[in-house]
């Protein structure tokens, strides 16, 4: 029992469960193709007192002679009409269905239906491929589809976060509103470059959250005239080792792709456009701090070639050098000098009591005799001590009494 098959009248895939209001139910002349195996199929189950649930079945009740390949095939309609169902309650989008551009039951090219969406004046068609990629001649195929059923169509391809679909590469480190942040890295296939090369967009969809690319491409810092990129302390790497971002798409000859997570909600937040606008918004930002940190870069080059080159401090104005002539006394001492130095040098004599010889007081030597100091030199009795001088009345208190004239009552 099939939930899915190929209206050869409408040229589209339709489901049993979504798709079917207003289909002729039973064999409908031929209507109804199977997309496994090519068989004509049976709708079933569309009158209002059917006790079974819509379906297509194959005639004479087997079944698909390919189940595996038809359970793929409902799985992968599964996730478009979830697809759909998200796109339906984004704000802006006016209309939402489903379509096969291109599509041909004779030679399948093994992609589930698109999402096709009225967003204002914008028409958007998705992609949602659940497994892997088909070949990269398919994929242009559908995209000339798209393009000549609708003319100015934005062609989007929602991925698989399926290694099936991309090559993933070690995290990009990237330096984001004055921190650190680590951007998933991927290396696109063909049939990637394929869809971007005819101006479409490749996005990754994981539930709520849209992965949106960048360019990535690696190159060395050339060396200029008065720069050092050798000698650069505490630096793990070759700083000439860098990076250059393009965006908002990448670039063809990108070397990989940087990954800008965003909510899918805010694919419209502007109403009347789709346009990942939060995640170009980062991609500016990188673009910013890559300017910044080549002339960083530049400019540390050229310090360290400064430092390195740079000429030795000059010599400070100190005493002069002596002469030839001064330097050799200073090494070589006059006699004269030598002997004041030992002089100098030489301890006091100790006083023993004895001198041999001496000088006058003029400095001028003499030959007499001094005598020794005598060991019990004469008692000498010390002189009497003088009275202390009485103290003497002041003058003034003397007049005072002689003229004093003593007083007697009444006067």
């Given at each position: ?50 006790k ?25 309609d ?22 096969s ?19 204002g ?54 330096w984001?509103?004055?921190k ?13 470059e ?21 360019g ?20 793990r ?29 805010s ?32 400019q ?31 090494a ?24 041999t ?7 001028g ?9 005598p ?16 103290a ?20």
């Amino acid at each position: 029992m099939g939930r899915s098959a190929w209206d050869k009248e409408a040229k589209k895939v339709v489901w049993a469960d979504d798709d079917i209001k207003g289909l002729p139910p039973g064999l409908a002349g031929g209507r109804y193709r199977c997309r496994a195996c090519r068989e004509w199929l049976i709708l079933k189950g569309t009158k209002t007192d059917s006790k079974v649930q819509p379906h297509f079945a194959h005639r004479g009740g087997e079944g698909c002679s390919r189940p595996e390949e038809e359970a793929l095939l409902d799985a992968a309609d599964e996730v478009v009409i979830r697809l759909r169902e998200q796109i339906r309650a984004l704000a802006g989008i006016a209309q939402c269905t489903t379509t096969s551009p291109g599509a041909d039951p004779t030679d399948p090219s093994g992609m589930p239906p698109a999402v096709i969406a009225q967003c204002g004046t914008t028409t958007v068609v998705f992609e949602a491929p659940t497994q892997a990629l088909p070949g990269t001649e398919a994929i242009r195929r559908r995209i000339r589809a798209v393009r000549d059923e609708h003319a100015g169509a934005q062609h989007v391809w929602f991925l698989k976060r399926d290694l099936a679909q991309f090559n993933q590469l070690d995290p990009h480190p990237v330096w984001l509103r004055g921190k650190d942040v680590v951007h998933e890295q991927v290396a696109p296939n063909e049939q990637q470059e394929a869809v971007l090369a005819a101006g479409g967009h490749v996005y990754w969809l994981d539930g709520k959250v849209v992965l949106v690319p960048y360019g990535i491409r690696r190159f060395r810092h050339p060396v200029q005239s008065g720069q050092d990129w050798t000698n650069w302390p505490r630096w793990r790497s070759d700083p000439r080792e860098d990076w250059r971002i393009s965006k908002p798409r990448p670039a063809p000859d990108a070397d990989s792709w940087g990954l800008v997570p965003i909510a899918f909600a805010s694919l419209t937040r502007t109403r009347g456009t789709f346009r990942p606008a939060d995640a170009h918004h980062v991609m500016d930002e990188l673009y910013t701090v890559q300017e910044s940190r080549f002339n960083w870069r530049n400019q540390r080059a050229r310090e360290v070639y400064a430092a390195v080159h740079s000429p030795p401090p000059a010599v400070s104005e100190a005493e002069p050098a002596p002469a030839p002539a001064e330097a050799a006394r200073a090494a070589d001492p006059a006699p004269e000098t030598a002997s004041a130095v030992s002089q100098e040098a030489e301890p006091d004599p100790v006083d023993t009591g004895q001198t041999t010889s001496g000088e006058h007081e003029n400095g001028g030597p003499t030959d007499a005799v001094i005598p020794p100091r005598p060991v019990n030199p004469p008692f000498v009795p010390p002189a009497p001590a003088s009275a202390a001088p009485a103290a003497q009345t002041p003058l003034v208190r003397r007049w005072q009494r002689l003229f004093r004239i003593p007083r007697r009552g009444g006067s």
